[in-house]
Protein backbone atom coordinates (compact mmCIF):
# COMPACT_ATOMS: atom_id res chain seq x y z
CA UNK A 1 0.00 0.00 0.00
CA UNK A 2 1.60 2.98 -1.49
CA UNK A 3 0.96 5.71 1.07
CA UNK A 4 3.07 8.70 -0.72
CA UNK A 5 2.83 8.83 -4.12
CA UNK A 6 4.51 10.79 -7.03
CA UNK A 7 2.68 10.01 -10.26
CA UNK A 8 4.90 11.34 -12.86
CA UNK A 9 7.83 9.54 -12.83
CA UNK A 10 9.41 12.25 -15.24
CA UNK A 11 8.73 15.73 -15.95
CA UNK A 12 10.87 18.38 -18.71
CA UNK A 13 10.81 22.16 -17.74
CA UNK A 14 12.60 25.16 -20.08
CA UNK A 15 15.38 26.98 -18.08
CA UNK A 16 13.66 29.93 -16.45
CA UNK A 17 10.18 28.73 -16.45
CA UNK A 18 8.63 27.15 -13.45
CA UNK A 19 8.79 23.47 -12.02
CA UNK A 20 5.55 21.58 -10.51
CA UNK A 21 6.33 18.52 -8.67
CA UNK A 22 3.37 16.92 -7.28
CA UNK A 23 3.05 14.27 -4.36
CA UNK A 24 -0.29 12.73 -3.29
CA UNK A 25 -0.95 11.03 -0.05
CA UNK A 26 -3.36 8.67 1.51
CA UNK A 27 -2.77 8.90 5.09
CA UNK A 28 -4.82 11.95 6.62
CA UNK A 29 -2.95 11.37 9.66
CA UNK A 30 0.42 12.86 8.11
CA UNK A 31 1.60 15.97 10.13
CA UNK A 32 4.86 16.69 8.26
CA UNK A 33 5.89 16.68 4.46
CA UNK A 34 9.32 16.82 3.16
CA UNK A 35 10.95 17.30 0.01
CA UNK A 36 14.52 15.92 -1.01
CA UNK A 37 16.37 16.36 -3.87
CA UNK A 38 18.84 13.88 -5.40
CA UNK A 39 22.00 14.06 -8.10
CA UNK A 40 23.30 10.56 -9.39
CA UNK A 41 26.00 8.82 -7.57
CA UNK A 42 24.51 11.20 -4.64
CA UNK A 43 22.83 10.57 -1.33
CA UNK A 44 19.33 12.32 -1.00
CA UNK A 45 19.38 16.31 0.16
CA UNK A 46 16.77 17.35 2.05
CA UNK A 47 15.14 20.60 0.17
CA UNK A 48 12.21 21.74 2.16
CA UNK A 49 9.50 21.08 4.88
CA UNK A 50 5.85 22.09 6.04
CA UNK A 51 3.94 21.11 9.06
CA UNK A 52 0.52 20.18 8.27
CA UNK A 53 -0.61 23.72 9.96
CA UNK A 54 0.94 25.71 7.64
CA UNK A 55 -0.30 25.29 3.51
CA UNK A 56 2.87 27.13 2.09
CA UNK A 57 6.47 27.41 2.85
CA UNK A 58 9.29 29.17 1.09
CA UNK A 59 12.99 29.21 0.98
CA UNK A 60 14.42 31.01 -1.92
CA UNK A 61 13.35 29.68 -5.55
CA UNK A 62 11.59 27.22 -3.68
CA UNK A 63 8.60 27.07 -2.44
CA UNK A 64 6.22 23.68 -1.25
CA UNK A 65 2.27 23.82 -1.03
CA UNK A 66 0.01 21.82 0.80
CA UNK A 67 -3.51 20.89 0.23
CA UNK A 68 -4.94 19.00 3.23
CA UNK A 69 -8.32 18.60 1.85
CA UNK A 70 -6.91 17.34 -1.56
CA UNK A 71 -4.06 15.27 0.19
CA UNK A 72 -1.71 17.09 -2.34
CA UNK A 73 1.37 18.28 -1.57
CA UNK A 74 3.25 20.29 -4.44
CA UNK A 75 7.17 21.68 -4.86
CA UNK A 76 7.51 24.85 -6.98
CA UNK A 77 10.93 26.00 -8.47
CA UNK A 78 11.29 29.61 -9.75
CA UNK A 79 12.54 30.07 -12.16
CA UNK A 80 14.13 26.55 -12.87
CA UNK A 81 17.89 26.40 -13.24
CA UNK A 82 20.12 23.25 -14.97
CA UNK A 83 21.46 22.74 -11.28
CA UNK A 84 17.92 21.93 -10.39
CA UNK A 85 17.56 18.82 -12.96
CA UNK A 86 17.91 15.69 -10.16
CA UNK A 87 15.57 13.45 -8.98
CA UNK A 88 12.81 14.53 -6.44
CA UNK A 89 11.42 12.40 -4.23
CA UNK A 90 8.66 13.79 -1.34
CA UNK A 91 8.18 12.05 2.10
CA UNK A 92 5.92 12.29 4.71
CA UNK A 93 5.24 11.41 8.87
CA UNK A 94 2.81 10.82 10.88
CA UNK A 95 3.39 12.08 14.46
CA UNK A 96 6.70 10.26 15.84
CA UNK A 97 6.43 7.65 12.99
CA UNK A 98 9.18 6.80 10.44
CA UNK A 99 9.11 9.01 7.13
CA UNK A 100 7.28 6.94 4.17
CA UNK A 101 8.94 8.32 0.58
CA UNK A 102 7.80 8.52 -2.63
CA UNK A 103 8.70 7.02 -5.30
CA UNK A 104 10.45 9.77 -7.02
CA UNK A 105 10.28 12.19 -9.66
CA UNK A 106 12.50 12.89 -12.54
CA UNK A 107 13.46 16.60 -13.50
CA UNK A 108 15.57 18.00 -16.56
CA UNK A 109 15.70 21.37 -16.78
CA UNK A 110 16.76 22.00 -20.91
CA UNK A 111 18.41 24.85 -21.98
CA UNK B 1 27.70 14.86 4.47
CA UNK B 2 30.51 14.79 6.39
CA UNK B 3 28.96 13.58 9.54
CA UNK B 4 27.83 9.78 7.97
CA UNK B 5 29.94 7.59 5.61
CA UNK B 6 29.06 4.28 4.05
CA UNK B 7 31.84 1.76 3.06
CA UNK B 8 32.08 0.48 0.60
CA UNK B 9 30.62 2.66 -2.39
CA UNK B 10 30.60 -0.01 -4.35
CA UNK B 11 30.81 -3.71 -4.23
CA UNK B 12 30.05 -6.90 -6.98
CA UNK B 13 29.38 -9.71 -5.24
CA UNK B 14 28.43 -13.71 -6.18
CA UNK B 15 25.22 -15.51 -6.15
CA UNK B 16 25.06 -16.65 -2.57
CA UNK B 17 27.56 -15.08 -0.69
CA UNK B 18 27.34 -12.98 2.32
CA UNK B 19 27.60 -9.16 2.14
CA UNK B 20 28.08 -6.82 5.01
CA UNK B 21 27.79 -2.85 4.07
CA UNK B 22 28.73 -0.66 6.85
CA UNK B 23 26.85 2.97 8.12
CA UNK B 24 29.27 5.17 9.90
CA UNK B 25 28.01 8.50 11.98
CA UNK B 26 29.50 11.13 13.67
CA UNK B 27 26.39 13.62 15.03
CA UNK B 28 25.28 10.73 17.90
CA UNK B 29 22.21 10.74 16.38
CA UNK B 30 20.03 7.89 18.09
CA UNK B 31 17.78 6.46 14.80
CA UNK B 32 19.82 5.02 11.79
CA UNK B 33 18.04 3.31 9.04
CA UNK B 34 18.98 1.30 5.62
CA UNK B 35 17.29 2.12 2.47
CA UNK B 36 17.24 0.68 -1.05
CA UNK B 37 16.69 2.82 -4.43
CA UNK B 38 14.76 1.20 -7.48
CA UNK B 39 13.85 2.34 -9.94
CA UNK B 40 9.81 2.35 -9.66
CA UNK B 41 10.26 2.01 -6.40
CA UNK B 42 11.70 5.09 -4.77
CA UNK B 43 13.59 4.37 -1.29
CA UNK B 44 12.25 1.59 0.55
CA UNK B 45 12.76 0.81 4.08
CA UNK B 46 14.69 -2.18 5.55
CA UNK B 47 15.45 -1.70 8.84
CA UNK B 48 15.97 0.55 11.71
CA UNK B 49 17.67 1.60 14.19
CA UNK B 50 16.37 3.10 17.59
CA UNK B 51 19.76 2.53 19.64
CA UNK B 52 22.32 0.40 20.65
CA UNK B 53 21.40 -3.13 19.85
CA UNK B 54 17.52 -2.39 19.06
CA UNK B 55 16.78 -2.57 15.28
CA UNK B 56 13.19 -3.42 14.13
CA UNK B 57 11.97 -4.12 10.68
CA UNK B 58 11.14 -2.19 7.72
CA UNK B 59 8.90 -2.85 4.74
CA UNK B 60 11.63 -4.84 2.11
CA UNK B 61 13.76 -6.80 5.45
CA UNK B 62 13.67 -10.40 3.51
CA UNK B 63 17.06 -11.53 2.92
CA UNK B 64 18.56 -8.99 5.25
CA UNK B 65 20.16 -8.51 9.13
CA UNK B 66 21.18 -5.53 10.35
CA UNK B 67 23.55 -4.70 14.03
CA UNK B 68 24.51 -1.77 16.04
CA UNK B 69 26.50 -2.48 18.74
CA UNK B 70 27.70 1.10 18.88
CA UNK B 71 26.00 4.44 18.56
CA UNK B 72 27.97 5.38 15.84
CA UNK B 73 28.05 1.90 13.76
CA UNK B 74 25.09 0.40 11.70
CA UNK B 75 25.48 -2.92 9.72
CA UNK B 76 23.05 -4.39 6.87
CA UNK B 77 24.33 -8.09 5.72
CA UNK B 78 22.98 -9.52 2.93
CA UNK B 79 22.96 -13.41 4.64
CA UNK B 80 22.84 -15.17 0.91
CA UNK B 81 22.48 -12.41 -1.87
CA UNK B 82 20.79 -12.82 -4.73
CA UNK B 83 20.25 -10.99 -8.27
CA UNK B 84 16.73 -9.53 -6.64
CA UNK B 85 19.04 -7.69 -4.07
CA UNK B 86 21.16 -5.63 -6.82
CA UNK B 87 20.62 -1.80 -5.68
CA UNK B 88 21.61 1.38 -4.68
CA UNK B 89 21.46 1.01 -0.61
CA UNK B 90 21.39 4.13 1.45
CA UNK B 91 22.08 4.71 5.29
CA UNK B 92 20.84 7.26 6.91
CA UNK B 93 20.57 9.37 10.64
CA UNK B 94 17.91 11.32 12.59
CA UNK B 95 17.92 12.67 15.80
CA UNK B 96 14.61 12.13 16.16
CA UNK B 97 11.98 9.80 14.06
CA UNK B 98 9.19 12.09 13.07
CA UNK B 99 8.52 15.51 11.64
CA UNK B 100 12.78 16.00 11.23
CA UNK B 101 14.95 15.81 8.61
CA UNK B 102 16.89 12.12 7.87
CA UNK B 103 20.64 12.60 6.68
CA UNK B 104 21.60 10.17 4.06
CA UNK B 105 24.66 9.10 2.91
CA UNK B 106 26.40 8.73 -0.47
CA UNK B 107 25.13 5.31 -1.06
CA UNK B 108 26.74 2.01 -1.85
CA UNK B 109 25.72 0.33 -5.18
CA UNK B 110 25.74 -3.19 -5.15
CA UNK B 111 25.67 -5.59 -8.00
CA UNK B 112 24.84 -9.84 -7.18
CA UNK B 113 25.83 -11.54 -10.47
Known amino acids: DQQVKQNSPSLSVQEGRISILNCDYTNSMFDYFLWYKKYPAEGPTFLIS?????DKNEDGRFTVFLNKSAKHLSLHIVPSQPGDSAVYFCAASEGAQKLVFGQGTRLTINP | DAGITQSPRHKVTETGTPVTLRCHQT?????MYWYRQDPGHGLRLIHYSYGVKDTDKGEVSDGYSVSRSKTEDFLLTLESATSSQTSVYFCAISENRGRTPYTFGSGTRLTVV
Open chain 2, 27 to 31: ENHRY
Open chain 1, 50 to 54: ISSIK
